[in-house]
């Protein structure tokens, strides 16, 4: 070992037993000596030069890392520099091995550097491109581009080339941002091509390695794409007198559209007219793809730029057009619609595109086309103008194909030729309407108003297609009145009004008005029902929706016998229509379902049957059809198809049925009459998945309903296939727990488990982030709560015998988490909850069961339902055995624990914070709450507590929060302003 070796290893060790005998803390305030010596200024200002011994001294007494980090955060004085460097102070840490397991390493000296770049950039910038290389870590690399930051750009330019070969993949925004803001420097300084290097590095589009095989592929940067935008365009401003750049972001975007799959120059496919609809800024753009979004800005600002000042248009032209790339061809387009006042050698490469043929056809550059030809028309001569028109007049160019796909669907007893010749009309009509009658003269123009005159105006001309999002439809005049105007005079308005070129409005935005007027008065509009189910759509939909929110809130008031009587009639109408719209009937089924819901039916009991009989016929609709049955959530498809939503509502109509059972009112034959209709489903079973989630659903009412009659085609649905997983599991999820439903149904839960066991996969009727084995153990931790006596008990070990151990931990976390949503449990709830933990501790002492079961015993301390004395054992019982998340939901209990018992709440913080491991943070949570259980500690009169707490508080220091010494004292000060 050479004697600089030696020397390092003697100061450690110093360190080591410094920091032993008088702790982290004791050493700090010594420091503060080291730190003032060291930053010894003349009275001119002039820095103190060190002596090697000084250097050397102060060395061995910040052998430690938090304490270098003290020392260097306050060391000013730069002419420590080159002593500090030959001491070998300077060098970062090494990447670790993977399996090494520390992500974050600090660098101090570094941090030294950076402040120091501005007084002495020469000196710093040397160490720094000397000491940092590949096996550096990552943070250490960024001081790189910090320190240029920092010094004039005459020293910084040098550090260009490293810090472009260090900074490299997907940077942090903030640090990418910095890498712009150093391009901008460069490029202030004229130094371009450095600056052009680093744009490269950043802004270069790159495949991310989660690109995805299908569909459109996803590509990246060396920042992220939400802040790709804003780099771009600073880094296309700071170098905006470069001549490469046009050429540049052109081959940017050519990246980026070769490697999404978004163009293919292969084969005749673009992409780029679907996302990006106008090259211009419109609300249609979908700016979904953020950095090819921000290059087709830049790339059209760019080339705009350019022509306006001056720079050669056909150079431009052919940058742009070089590949026949469509979204670059369509940038050139619009550049050249956007000059105004154009020069002659403008208009003439415009003209010249204006008269393309293939340009004035083809599908993908239809909306720039029409801007240049809008912007050039007015100011061809008329012999140009007249080529045009013969363009024109040559009708839509397609192929045999397309032509054939157009002919295929004209109208009965319409020619092909008839078919064809109203395709070319409609496509005129857009073309002109799209170019606008201010840049149209004579026959043309007079084509164009001829047109709008017998076809309207063109919706949306210069889009092929349109997309759009509305919260709502707008209404006309008239609807306003419908909240005022009698039933039957709305119903004459409906059926008479038809939107023209006088109003506003459509027919959707009257028929919300008509929703709205039926929820507010249902009385008066359900009594005609029989005629608001014979209207066209949307109205007879609308209408229906506003009786079921009236269901809802204002049952009493709607006329039921009138509105059964129409169901019936809608039954009859739905059943004619061609296209079977089931929407009114299943908004029917959910309406009565609102009304019958609850314990006491909204629906007059005398029509009870009627309502049931109403609701069966639905029972063998054919939706859903021939449905996968895998991959879906059938729960939520059974509360949107027809037979689910009719059996879901049947269930709810003999519970009401039952609860209204009186002299005056017998329930059993409408009951009968209910169970015949679902038993139809249940034998032979109905195939659909989504049916049998609504029968799992609906399980327990219809136990309570008839146990017998439940029991007798039970075994039936219950059976261990697709069909029965999902009845089982639904009932599972959905059902509230009890001793029947658990009991019933055991032999399949017996079978669930050990099928989980063996990782075969079940069959989820409604998808959520827990698996069935927790519901499973949800309803089981519930019975012991309750008290369940065998063979609940016996059924739980076995339970947690065979589920994995996160599931087990869940489930017990679960306990915690519902008694903390609990207002006020019951003592007898809480010690039976007690018995339950200590139960499963017991299990794992014994050897029984993985420790890992406890790891969310977190949520029992948060719930606070149990006192101290519990759970402050059990916790440090349980941070002895495992580690676990969630810590940070513990401080503040171990804070409010430690007035009382500070002893024992310094030693479980003490346990928690260093099974995180010296070299890293702590979690905040316990963090934040450390500095009072440590004053409280050191105020307690056991003199080992005291110990304790100081050796935490020297722990903290070790780990990195170098303050927590002021930090007890503020709490020791807030501890004494409370008493």
Same mark, same amino acid.
């Given at each position: 070992?050479?004697?600089?070796?030696?020397?390092?290893?003697?100061?450690?060790?110093?360190?080591?037993?410094?920091?032993?005998?008088?702790?982290?803390?004791?050493?700090?305030?010594?420091?503060?000596?080291?730190?003032?010596?060291?930053?010894?200024?003349?009275?001119?200002?002039?820095?103190?030069?060190?002596?090697?011994?000084?250097?050397?001294?102060?060395?061995?007494?910040?052998?430690?890392?938090?304490?270098?980090?003290?020392?260097?955060?306050?060391?000013?004085?730069?002419?420590?520099?080159?002593?500090?460097?030959?001491?070998?102070?300077?060098?970062?840490?090494?990447?670790?091995?993977?399996?090494?397991?520390?992500?974050?390493?600090?660098?101090?000296?570094?941090?030294?550097?950076?402040?120091?770049?501005?007084?002495?950039?020469?000196?710093?910038?040397?160490?720094?491109?000397?000491?940092?290389?590949?096996?550096?870590?990552?943070?250490?690399?960024?001081?790189?581009?910090?320190?240029?930051?920092?010094?004039?750009?005459?020293?910084?330019?040098?550090?260009?080339?490293?810090?472009?070969?260090?900074?490299?993949?997907?940077?942090?925004?903030?640090?990418?941002?910095?890498?712009?803001?150093?391009?901008?420097?460069?490029?202030?300084?004229?130094?371009?091509?450095?600056?052009?290097?680093?744009?490269?590095?950043?802004?270069?589009?790159?495949?991310?390695?989660?690109?995805?095989?299908?569909?459109?592929? $996803? #590509?990246?940067?060396?920042?992220?794409?939400?802040?790709?935008?804003? %780099?771009? +365009?600073?880094?296309?401003? /700071? *170098? =905006? !007198?470069?001549?490469?750049?046009?050429?540049?972001?052109?081959?940017?975007?050519?990246?980026?559209?070769?490697?999404?799959?978004?163009?293919?120059?292969?084969?005749?496919?673009?992409?780029?007219?679907?996302?990006?609809?106008?090259?211009?800024?419109?609300?249609?753009?979908?700016?979904?793809?953020?950095?090819?979004?921000?290059?087709?800005?830049?790339?059209?600002?760019?080339?705009?730029?350019?022509?306006?000042?001056?720079?050669?248009?056909? $150079? #431009?032209?052919?940058?742009?057009?070089?590949?026949?790339?469509?979204? %670059?061809? +369509?940038?050139?387009?619009? /550049? *050249? =619609? !956007?000059?105004?006042?154009?020069?002659?050698?403008?208009?003439?490469?415009?003209?010249?595109?204006?008269?393309?043929r293939d340009l004035l056809h083809h599908r993908w550059f239809f909306r720039e086309y029409t801007q240049l030809a809008a912007a050039t028309l007015p100011r061809l001569n008329e012999a140009d103008y007249g080529r045009w028109e013969a363009l024109v007049d040559e009708g839509p160019q397609v192929s045999e194909q397309r032509r054939q796909r157009i002919v295929e669907h004209r109208a009965e007893g319409q020619t092909e030729d008839d078919?064809?010749?109203?395709?070319?009309?409609? +496509?005129?009509?857009?073309?002109?309407?799209?170019?606008?009658?201010?840049?149209?003269?004579?026959?043309?123009?007079?084509?164009?108003?001829?047109?709008?005159?017998?076809?309207?105006?063109?919706?949306?001309?210069?889009?092929?297609?349109?997309?759009?999002?509305?919260?709502?439809?707008?209404?006309?005049?008239?609807?306003?009145?419908?909240?005022?105007?009698?039933?039957?005079?709305?119903?004459?308005?409906?059926?008479?009004?038809?939107?023209?070129?006088?109003?506003?409005?459509?027919?959707?935005?009257?028929?919300?008005?008509?929703?709205?007027?039926?929820?507010?008065?249902?009385?008066?509009?359900?009594?005609?029902?029989?005629?608001?189910?014979?209207?066209?759509?949307?109205?007879?939909?609308?209408?229906?929706?506003?009786?079921?929110?009236?269901?809802?809130?204002?049952?009493?008031?709607?006329?039921?016998?009138?509105?059964?009587?129409?169901?019936?009639?809608?039954?009859?109408?739905?059943?004619?229509?061609?296209?079977?719209?089931?929407?009114?009937?299943?908004?029917?089924?959910?309406?009565?379902?609102?009304?019958?819901?609850?314990?006491?039916?909204?629906?007059?009991?005398?029509?009870?049957?009627?309502?049931?009989?109403?609701?069966?016929?639905?029972?063998?609709?054919?939706?859903?059809?021939?449905?996968?049955?895998?991959?879906?959530?059938?729960?939520?498809?059974?509360?949107?198809?027809?037979?689910?939503?009719?059996?879901?509502?049947?269930?709810?109509?003999?519970?009401?049925?039952?609860?209204?059972?009186?002299?005056?009112?017998?329930?059993?034959?409408?009951?009968?009459?209910?169970?015949?209709?679902?038993?139809?489903?249940?034998?032979?079973?109905?195939?659909?998945?989504?049916?049998?989630?609504?029968?799992?659903?609906?399980?327990?009412?219809?136990?309570?309903?008839?146990?017998?009659?439940?029991?007798?085609?039970?075994?039936?649905?219950?059976?261990?296939?697709?069909?029965?997983?999902?009845?089982?599991?639904?009932?599972?999820?959905?059902?509230?727990?009890?001793?029947?439903?658990?009991?019933?149904?055991?032999?399949?839960?017996?079978?669930?488990?050990?099928?989980?066991?063996?990782?075969?996969?079940?069959?989820?009727?409604?998808?959520?982030?827990?698996?069935?084995?927790?519901?499973?153990?949800?309803?089981?931790?519930?019975?012991?709560?309750?008290?369940?006596?065998?063979?609940?008990?016996?059924?739980?070990?076995?339970?947690?015998?065979?589920?994995?151990?996160?599931?087990?931990?869940?489930?017990?976390?679960?306990?915690?988490?519902?008694?903390?949503?609990?207002?006020?449990?019951?003592?007898?709830?809480?010690?039976?909850?007690?018995?339950?933990?200590?139960?499963?501790?017991?299990?794992?002492?014994?050897?029984?069961?993985?420790?890992?079961?406890?790891?969310?015993?977190?949520?029992?301390?948060?719930?606070?339902?149990?006192?101290?004395?519990?759970?402050?054992?059990?916790?440090?019982?349980?941070?002895?055995?495992?580690?676990?998340?969630?810590?940070?939901?513990?401080?503040?209990?171990?804070?409010?624990?430690?007035?009382?018992?500070?002893?024992?709440?310094?030693?479980?913080?003490?346990?928690?914070?260093?099974?995180?491991?010296?070299?890293?943070?702590?979690?905040?949570?316990?963090?934040?709450?450390?500095?009072?259980?440590?004053?409280?500690?050191?105020?307690?009169?056991?003199?080992?507590?005291?110990?304790?707490?100081?050796?935490?508080?020297?722990?903290?220091?070790?780990?990195?929060?170098?303050?927590?010494?002021?930090?007890?004292?503020?709490?020791?000060?807030?501890?004494?302003?409370?008493?």
């Amino acid at each position: 070992m050479d004697r600089a070796a030696y020397q390092d290893a003697l100061s450690i060790i110093e360190n080591a037993i410094t920091s032993r005998i008088l702790g982290f803390f004791a050493v700090k305030e010594k420091l503060q000596g080291v730190v003032d010596s060291a930053n010894v200024q003349t009275e001119d200002g002039t820095w103190r030069t060190p002596a090697e011994t000084d250097v050397s001294t102060t060395l061995a007494r910040i052998g430690g890392l938090q304490h270098r980090r003290i020392f260097y955060d306050q060391l000013g004085n730069p002419e420590w520099i080159g002593s500090l460097d030959r001491f070998a102070a300077l060098e970062p840490p090494k990447r670790l091995d993977a399996d090494g397991g520390q992500q974050w390493q600090p660098w101090p000296a570094g941090d030294y550097l950076v402040r120091m770049a501005e007084h002495r950039p020469l000196e710093v910038r040397q160490i720094l491109l000397r000491v940092i290389d590949e096996e550096t870590v990552w943070r250490t690399k960024v001081r790189l581009l910090e320190a240029a930051l920092r010094m004039p750009v005459a020293e910084s330019r040098a550090m260009a080339s490293a810090i472009q070969a260090h900074l490299t993949g997907e940077l942090d925004p903030y640090v990418a941002l910095d890498v712009v803001t150093f391009i901008e420097q460069l490029s202030q300084a004229g130094e371009t091509q450095s600056a052009m290097r680093l744009a490269q590095t950043l802004l270069r589009p790159r495949l991310s390695p989660n690109a995805g095989d299908a569909g459109r592929r $996803r #590509v990246v940067a060396g920042i992220d794409s939400y802040w790709y935008a804003e %780099a771009l +365009r600073r880094v296309t401003s /700071a *170098l =905006s !007198a470069d001549s490469r750049l046009l050429g540049t972001v052109y081959a940017w975007l050519r990246e980026e559209q070769r490697l999404s799959d978004s163009w293919d120059p292969e084969r005749d496919w673009d992409a780029s007219h679907i996302w990006r609809p106008s090259i211009s800024d419109h609300e249609q753009n979908y700016r979904h793809h953020d950095i090819a979004d921000a290059l087709v800005d830049a790339l059209r600002d760019i080339a705009i730029s350019q022509v306006e000042s001056g720079v050669g248009l056909e $150079r #431009v032209m052919r940058t742009l057009e070089r590949d026949r790339m469509p979204i %670059a061809m +369509r940038i050139a387009v619009f /550049a *050249l =619609s !956007a000059q105004d006042g154009q020069q002659s050698d403008a208009l003439q490469v415009a003209k010249e595109r204006v008269l393309d043929r293939d340009l004035l056809h083809h599908r993908w550059f239809f909306r720039e086309y029409t801007q240049l030809a809008a912007a050039t028309l007015p100011r061809l001569n008329e012999a140009d103008y007249g080529r045009w028109e013969a363009l024109v007049d040559e009708g839509p160019q397609v192929s045999e194909q397309r032509r054939q796909r157009i002919v295929e669907h004209r109208a009965e007893g319409q020619t092909e030729d008839d078919a064809f010749a109203e395709y070319a009309t409609m +496509r005129r009509h857009e073309l002109l309407s799209a170019v606008g009658a201010d840049a149209l003269r004579g026959r043309l123009l007079d084509t164009h108003t001829g047109l709008v005159e017998d076809l309207g105006e063109y919706e949306h001309a210069g889009f092929r297609s349109w997309h759009s999002i509305s919260a709502g439809e707008e209404a006309p005049p008239i609807a306003v009145e419908l909240a005022d105007m009698p039933a039957k005079d709305v119903l004459a308005i409906l059926r008479d009004w038809v939107p023209d070129e006088r109003q506003t409005g459509t027919r959707e935005g009257l028929a919300e008005s008509l929703q709205e007027a039926a929820e507010a008065r249902p009385a008066e509009f359900s009594a005609l029902t029989q005629a608001f189910v014979h209207l066209d759509e949307p109205y007879r939909s609308r209408f229906l929706d506003g009786i079921r929110q009236a269901a809802e809130s204002n049952a009493g008031a709607i006329d039921w016998s009138a509105y059964l009587l129409g169901s019936r009639e809608l039954q009859v109408a739905v059943g004619r229509e061609d296209d079977r719209n089931i929407y009114p009937l299943r908004q029917v089924c959910i309406t009565i379902e609102r009304a019958v819901n609850g314990e006491k039916t909204r629906l007059p009991e005398q029509l009870l049957a009627d309502a049931a009989a109403i609701v069966a016929t639905c029972i063998d609709d054919p939706d859903p059809s021939d449905e996968d049955g895998f991959g879906s959530d059938h729960l939520t498809k059974a509360f949107n198809a027809m037979r689910p939503v009719a059996a879901h509502t049947l269930i709810r109509l003999a519970r009401a049925t039952k609860l209204a059972q009186s002299e005056e009112f017998d329930s059993a034959p409408v009951i009968a009459a209910v169970q015949d209709t679902l038993q139809s489903r249940l034998v032979p079973r109905d195939p659909s998945l989504a049916v049998a989630a609504a029968f799992g659903e609906g399980l327990s009412l219809m136990m309570w309903i008839d146990t017998a009659w439940t029991a007798s085609w039970l075994p039936g649905a219950a059976t261990t296939d697709t069909w029965g997983d999902v009845f089982i599991t639904t009932a599972l999820t959905t059902n509230t727990t009890s001793t029947q439903l658990l009991n019933d149904l055991w032999p399949s839960i017996d079978t669930i488990l050990d099928r989980t066991a063996g990782n075969e996969s079940v069959e989820m009727g409604w998808r959520s982030d827990r698996p069935v084995c927790d519901f499973i153990g949800d309803h089981l931790m519930t019975l012991a709560m309750w008290g369940s006596t065998s063979p609940w008990p016996e059924r739980t070990e076995s339970y947690f015998g065979r589920v994995s151990t996160e599931t087990a931990a869940a489930v017990l976390g679960q306990v915690g988490w519902r008694l903390m949503n609990t207002t006020e449990p019951s003592r007898e709830l809480i010690q039976r909850a007690e018995s339950i933990w200590d139960a499963r501790q017991a299990a794992v002492d014994q050897g029984n069961a993985d420790a890992g079961q406890l790891a969310q015993f977190y949520w029992w301390v948060h719930s606070n339902k149990f006192p101290t004395t519990w759970w402050l054992p059990r916790l440090a019982r349980v941070t002895e055995q495992i580690d676990f998340d969630g810590r940070s939901f513990i401080g503040e209990h171990i804070e409010e624990a430690a007035q009382t018992y500070p002893g024992e709440a310094v030693a479980l913080m003490t346990q928690l914070l260093r099974s995180e491991g010296a070299g890293t943070l702590a979690r905040h949570g316990l963090v934040t709450s450390a500095p009072k259980v440590i004053a409280l500690g050191l105020r307690c009169a056991d003199e080992s507590v005291e110990r304790v707490s100081r050796e935490l508080m020297d722990l903290l220091g070790e780990q990195g929060i170098v303050d927590m010494d002021e930090q007890v004292a503020r709490a020791a000060r807030e501890i004494e302003d409370t008493n």
